[in-house]
């Protein structure tokens, strides 16, 4: 009988399991070539020789070196694979999110690197599903912003300039009953906007549900929509969203209590980060959670200058 891998299940148990360099690679390995078949990520040749001593394959084919981060979110990390792993398991199994402040106390790296770090591990939490939700779906849309009375008299002068919504960030939700959860920045509430996110990712047919916001008139003639009108209630029957309305209260528990302040450039990372907790959350354990983060860390890439927005000025400096 095959001897089952040993994999960690807790907290404790990971941050056990990849302090230990060789089980750390192993592990990270098993996660990236699946096969055993290692492949380089440059030329996809499995032509190479491996440098036991320091962790890399050489490839004959295009005489280049490669580690395992070659082409996931961890290339030219500095920070070794235990940490990455460590705050993966953190940042998809806390309900409520977890703060580069925590992050850089707990792994002992710096609040800039913690926060680097967090960024490109949303990147691989992110959906991109094509597959349309049928069946009942709400759709719903509420405004991400700090609150006024929670802001010094200066920023608040600088950032305030009108009342309500005004300086908010438009969210947009679309909840399928029993099912996942898909949120996206929005330019605004107008009827063209919000119609098109519908039909990209409701298929036509299927029970919808919303709110009295006139921007969802019309719908009817390609789904079976009903409306709820809040000023009179919030249920009737099945008609309500407030499916969305939990969601919302916890996507904000989780800005206002953990994160504290999100500039609207990068909301939709924690957008991305949220969903994936909440469409993971059933029948599946931590460490299935994980996992499914994990194998999604290849071929995609995030760099500091793009997250800070300095990538047009780096290649304007390069010129």
Same mark, same amino acid.
């Given at each position: ?13 990971? +941050? ?18 699946? &096969? ?7 030329? *996809? ?5 491996? /440098?036991?001593? @320091?962790? /890399?394959? !050489? ?9 395992? %981060? ?11 694979? *235990? ?25 002992? /790296? ?11 591990? @949303? ?8 597959? %349309? ?21 200066? %920023?608040?002068?600088?950032? +305030? ?66 409306? +709820? *009108? ?8 099945? /008609? ?14 989780? +800005?206002?209590?953990?994160?504290? &302040? ?6 939709? @990372? ?6 994936? @907790?909440?469409?993971?959350? %059933? ?14 860390? !290849?071929?995609?890439?995030?760099? !500091? &200058? ?7 000025? *780096? ?5």
């Amino acid at each position: 009988m095959e001897k089952r891998t040993e994999t960690p299940q807790t907290l404790q148990e990971a +941050i056990a399991y990849f302090a230990d360099p060789g089980k750390c690679f192993e592990y990270a390995v098993k996660l990236r070539w699946p &096969s055993g078949k290692v492949t380089c990520p440059r030329c *996809d040749s499995d032509k190479h020789s491996f /440098i036991s001593s @320091r962790r /890399i394959w !050489f490839c004959k084919n295009c005489e280049r070196q490669f580690t395992m %981060k070659v082409g996931t979110i961890f290339e030219d990390s500095p920070l070794g694979m *235990d940490k990455w792993m460590t705050a993966m398991w953190l940042l998809v199994n806390c309900k409520n999110g977890i703060s580069s402040c925590e992050i850089a106390r707990d792994l002992g /790296i710096s609040q800039k690197s913690a926060w680097f770090m967090a960024h490109r591990l @949303r990147l691989a939490m992110q959906n991109g599903s094509f597959k %349309k939700l049928g069946g009942e779906v709400e759709v719903d849309e509420t405004f991400i912003g700090g609150k006024a009375r929670n802001m010094h008299l200066a %920023k608040k002068q600088r950032r +305030i300039t009108g009342c309500g919504t005004v300086d908010k960030v438009p969210v947009m939700g679309i909840l399928k009953r029993g099912g996942e959860v898909r949120t996206m920045v929005v330019d605004n509430r107008k009827k063209k906007t919000l119609q098109v996110e519908v039909n990209r990712h409701v298929r036509a047919g299927a029970a919808l549900y919303s709110d009295e916001l006139l921007s969802y008139e019309g719908l009817g003639a390609k789904y079976a929509h009903q409306v +709820i *009108d809040h000023a009179v209630s919030y249920v009737e029957g099945n /008609i309500h969203t407030n499916g969305l309305e939990n969601y919302w209260a916890l996507l904000k528990r989780g +800005i206002a209590g953990t994160y504290v &302040s999100v500039e609207p450039f990068h909301l939709f @990372r924690y957008l991305d980060e949220q969903a994936f @907790r909440y469409n993971n959350r %059933k029948d599946m354990t931590d460490a299935e959670r994980f996992e499914l983060a994990m194998g999604d860390v !290849f071929g995609k890439r995030v760099t !500091f &200058s793009q997250l800070t927005g300095n990538e047009q000025f *780096d290649a304007r400096q390069a010129n």
